[in-house]
């Protein structure tokens, strides 16, 4: 069974330090999809990156950036420089693609960690 | 596009009761789910479909029914409310399922 573990409950950071949030998967498929998601305060969920289980390259995107590493099974997000308005709750989540073939589009989420950036 | 609107935002039940969440979309996306998220647990898979007339059962799908008549339109029915069903539910919806998902703004259901 796919099990995602964000062993990070809650992070407190001041503005400008730099955070790495923690993903660790757990699947038998070779094929799978992970994903981060940002809930903010306001409650909505935003997507914010897709990775398949082929590419291992590390990505940035502005402040922003994604260490997947097969052999570890993990999927790391840092923020760089964080800011007050990164604050909220992220979501790393896997979809395998035998459960997509099967028929389905089913993402198991982590639990989640709480990001608090203060001033 | 208004992408997946949930209805209603906030609603108060009595245990017993049965109510309708309604999720729409307007991006024509085949593939629509039901979450529930909890605290300390993350969202949960209720139910899926992977387009109009199919749907299936997700990890917590008990005591939840759900129906997809048109491409839009993905209901989630509660049949009759218990304590343990209080929490805030979001439906997605996706083009494909390797696909990110859309997210809906979510009801937050309260059952006393």
């Known amino acids: 069974a796919q099990k995602v573990t964000q062993a990070q409950t809650e992070i407190s950071v001041v503005e400008k330090e730099d955070v790495t949030l923690d993903c660790v998967y757990e699947?038998?498929?070779?094929?799978?999809?992970l994903f981060w998601y940002k809930q903010p305060p306001s409650g909505e969920l935003v997507f914010l990156i897709r990775r398949n289980s082929f590419d291992e390259q590390n990505e940035i995107s502005g402040r922003y950036s994604w260490n997947f590493q097969k052999s570890t099974s993990s999927f790391n997000f840092t923020i760089t420089a964080s800011q007050v308005v990164d604050s909220a709750v992220y979501f790393c989540?896997?979809?395998?693609?035998?459960?997509?073939?099967?028929?389905?589009?089913?993402?198991?989420f982590g639990t989640g960690t709480q990001l608090k950036v203060e001033l | 596009n208004a992408g997946v609107t949930q209805t209603p935002k906030f609603q108060v039940l009595k245990t017993g009761q049965s109510m309708t969440l309604q999720c729409a979309q307007d991006m024509n996306h085949e593939y629509m789910s039901w979450y529930r998220q909890d605290p300390g647990m993350g969202l949960r898979l209720i139910h899926y479909?992977?387009?109009?007339?199919?749907?299936d059962q997700g990890e917590v799908p008990n005591g939840y029914n759900v129906s997809r008549s048109t491409t839009e339109d993905f209901p989630l029915r509660l049949l009759s409310a218990a304590p343990s069903q209080t929490s805030v539910y979001f439906c997605?919806?996706?083009?494909?399922?390797?696909?990110?998902?859309?997210f809906g703004p979510g009801t937050r259901l309260t059952v006393t």
């Open positions: 479909s992977v387009g109009a007339g199919i749907t």
């Open positions: 989540a896997l979809s395998e693609a035998r459960t997509i073939t099967g028929g389905g589009n089913k993402l198991t």
């Open positions: 997605a919806s996706t083009q494909g399922g390797l696909l990110e998902q859309y």
């Open positions: 699947t038998r498929d070779t094929t799978y999809y």
